[in-house]
């Protein structure tokens, strides 16, 4: 019998159409499959059952009758815990954020999916105000690895991570301010898309400003076409939006990558220390690009570390976050939060715009790198996954999570669209990632690339237990 966790987002329509199955079918057993992993890897802040069964009736009843409301009629859908859900508590993992209501309205996100008769199985794990790259939270606790519970299902969209990895829905909506879609889609295993900055609408405005992006984290690249299709499209709330899209990502897939130019940099010029089991999938998965018609030059973006002014921005947006907490509240928040709020409170306007100066530098040396390559590839992360409930690895010297996410929050400094898929695993056999980075507005290069590999076999994940 066909397991209905295991089914893309594509492939439940296309059953929906031809009466396999129904929405209901696949609903109860997301939620079936969420209310058992729950007490392992707690990924749900919330789960939505009843509202979920009585969304997924009703797109039943329009299947029933030929006319689905939208291209993700009856599909199951988890939003993270940062992003407005009308009609439940958006604590962004917080105990400072109070649960009182009213709680009205929807991202836009959110909103596009509702409107295409998507069903919203609950509300996914974060950081607080999403901050680091892992998923532990004073509200919430830690969230675990699908994989290895014992490891960190990474952060900040982590709960979406681990949801879409063990079934329980097969599309999640997540935020990505530094690698945060990125990063947890590599440490369990599955595709994750940040795409350029605007094209998913953001509302209310992150108080990290515009480094934070809305995005896909799915099964596979044609899942994220589809879902990218329902919510790339302009919102009236958010004055960066982008326009429309001429055409669809989704039709965009079958080009391929016959003829595009890839850089391939393993390293970013030697200055990242990449362990050598990711090093050897992500240069097999590469090889395996230029078996397809890419072509591959192993070369490297002219830039260093822009960590400095990453941090300057970061930490001044939580500041912002925390301002309007009284002392009380703030008394509440993770420590390690708390620590960076400080730091970015004695930055000066000056010093906030330094870090501007280095940003548009980067985006300038960036634009031009594209002039001559297509698509960058690089690891999506140094590293695979570490013991949960620690922002960086023990024994590793580093003091904040930026020190092993060296290939995700450049391109966010860029608002460049990236992308990872999985390439294979280490020893204890935990998932490794491939990073896949374009031009900005060229989405469609991203997700033609990791659907190719998907269609050719590359990605290797293990199905967690």
């Not at 090889?287 to 591959?296: C, K, P, S, T």
């Amino acid at each position: 019998m066909t397991d209905l966790t295991e089914l893309t987002a594509v492939r439940l329509v296309d059953g929906y159409r031809k009466g396999d199955f129904s929405p209901v079918e696949v609903t109860r057993a997301a939620l079936e499959r969420a209310e058992r992993i729950q007490p392992e890897l707690n990924a749900f802040v919330r789960l939505t059952g009843e509202e979920a069964l009585d969304r997924a009736r009703r797109s039943e009843e329009r299947w029933r009758r030929g006319e689905p409301d939208g291209r993700l009629d009856g599909v199951p859908v988890t939003v993270k815990d940062i992003l407005p859900m009308r009609g439940h508590p958006t604590l962004r993992g917080s105990r400072a954020v109070s649960p009182d209501g009213p709680w009205d309205e929807d991202a836009p996100s959110v909103a596009r999916l509702r409107e295409h008769g998507a069903v919203f199985l609950g509300k996914t794990t974060t950081p607080e105000y999403g901050w680091k790259g892992v998923t532990d939270s004073p509200l919430s606790g830690v969230t675990r690895n699908p994989h290895d519970p014992s490891r960190t299902a990474g952060g900040s969209s982590g709960g979406a991570g681990a949801a879409v990895a063990r079934g329980a829905g097969p599309l999640a909506l997540g935020t990505d301010g530094g690698g945060s879609v990125r990063i947890p889609a590599s440490f369990c295993g599955i595709f994750g898309l940040k795409p350029t900055y605007g094209r998913v609408p953001l509302y209310p405005a992150s108080a990290f400003g515009t480094l934070a992006h809305v995005g896909p984290m799915t099964r596979d690249a044609a899942d994220a076409a589809l879902m990218l299709d329902v919510i790339g499209t302009p919102d009236a709330r958010d004055w960066s939006a982008l326009g429309p899209v001429p055409g669809s990502y989704t039709d965009a897939l079958a080009e391929g990558v016959r003829g595009l130019r890839v850089a391939y940099s393993p390293s970013l010029g030697g200055q990242v220390a990449v362990r050598p089991a990711v090093a050897s999938a992500v240069r097999r998965g590469v090889e395996r690009l230029a078996e397809l018609g890419a072509y591959v030059t192993e070369t490297d973006p002219d830039f260093t570390d822009p960590v400095d002014a990453f941090h300057t921005l970061w930490f001044s947006g939580a500041a912002r976050a925390a301002q309007r907490l009284r002392a009380g509240q703030r008394e509440l928040l993770d420590p390690g939060l708390r620590d960076v709020v400080g730091t970015g409170a004695r930055y000066s306007a000056l010093e906030y715009l330094a870090a501007v100066d280095v940003r548009m530098e980067l985006g300038r040396r960036m634009g031009r790198f594209h002039e001559a390559y297509d698509l960058l590839v690089t690891p999506t992360l140094p590293i695979t996954a570490f013991e949960a409930g620690a922002e960086v690895p023990k024994g590793s010297g580093l003091r904040r999570w930026t020190g092993w996410t060296p290939f995700t929050y450049p391109f966010n400094l860029t608002q460049q669209p990236a992308a990872t898929v999985p390439v294979g695993t280490d020893g204890d056999g935990l998932p490794i990632g491939l990073h896949l980075v374009a031009a900005r507005h060229r989405d469609d290069l991203v997700l033609r690339a990791a659907h190719a590999l998907y269609e050719a076999g590359v990605p290797v994940s293990p199905t967690p237990a």
